[in-house]
């Protein structure tokens, strides 16, 4: 049985609960994917991207919507190893990626002062962006998981001092007509970790080249976090994700909305 071929009968059956079933549960939730929509879905190298691509090729065989498919690839200057693991691995699992490079590696190395992350993850997204929208597409799908999520939404406290979490889809504002999705939002990382090694599928992990990676190891340090806490409160993840969507702006102090702020006192007086 070829490579591709075990990993797809995998993703139905010893992984369809956890995987399969949790991309349908969160693109319906969300409303993801409508008929006619050409989605974009990016391959990082990494383990998510893999999977996401197979998952979607998988949905295009079951279709109860109708929609176009591309896979898309940015070489931000990876070394060769990261390369050639990148095209062993959609060939392995017969994933048809259009890869372009570009020199973001080489930009930031020169001119991004201090922890480059932020910039370089900008950078990256506004030529997915754009890649997309040459290609026709309306919607650029990213592999963020569940954990991601939680961990973003830790992140942004302890780190930025903000309440915010990543959301499912976004309106790109300088890329008019499109749409970001995460179609993974409700599958945890541990079952994406399971059909890899179950397939002997090796992936790259970020492929940075510069000297430091700020975001990873604060995403590292939260990820430890989150499990340290789950050994005593077996649902805390699950109520990390749910504190996003249960807000009560009456508990809220101050709060900002497109672009407006406003605060729990200013009609106070009338409450």
């Not at 956890?18 to 929509?37: A, C, P, V």
């Not at 070489?75 to 017969?94: E, R, S």
Request: charged letters at 30%; glycine letters at 6%; hydrophobic letters at 35%.
């Amino acid at each position: 049985m070829k490579p591709h071929t075990k990993f797809e009968r995998s993703i139905m059956s010893t992984y369809r609960k956890s995987l399969w079933n949790r991309l349908i549960q969160g693109i319906k939730k969300y409303n993801l994917i409508q008929n006619g929509d050409k989605i974009a879905v990016t391959i990082s190298g990494g383990k998510d991207s893999l999977i996401m691509a197979k998952l979607f090729q998988e949905l295009k065989r079951h279709p109860e919507i109708s929609f176009e498919l591309v896979f898309i690839t940015m070489d931000p200057g990876f070394n060769q190893v990261n390369l050639d693991l990148i095209a062993d691995n959609t060939k392995k699992l017969d994933i048809p990626v259009e890869i372009r490079p570009s020199n973001t590696f080489d930009i930031l190395s020169k001119h991004a002062k201090g922890k480059p992350c932020y910039l370089c993850a900008s950078m990256r997204r506004g030529f997915l962006y754009n890649f997309a929208k040459e290609l026709g597409c309306n919607k650029l799908a990213l592999g963020h998981h569940f954990d991601d999520v939680i961990e973003t939404t830790l992140m942004n406290m302890f780190y930025a001092g903000s309440f915010k979490t990543m959301l499912p889809k976004v309106k790109s504002k300088n890329y008019e007509g499109i749409e970001l999705i995460r179609p993974m939002y409700l599958i945890r990382e541990k079952d994406i970790k399971r059909i890899m090694k179950t397939n002997n599928i090796e992936t790259m992990g970020c492929g940075c080249q510069l000297a430091t990676c700020d975001i990873t190891s604060k995403r590292a340090t939260t990820k430890q976090l989150i499990k340290t806490l789950k050994e005593q409160f077996d649902d805390i993840d699950k109520n990390i994700f749910r504190a996003a969507e249960n807000v009560n702006l009456d508990s809220i102090v101050r709060w900002k909305q497109d672009g407006k702020v406003h605060t729990y006192y200013d009609d106070f007086e009338s409450k």
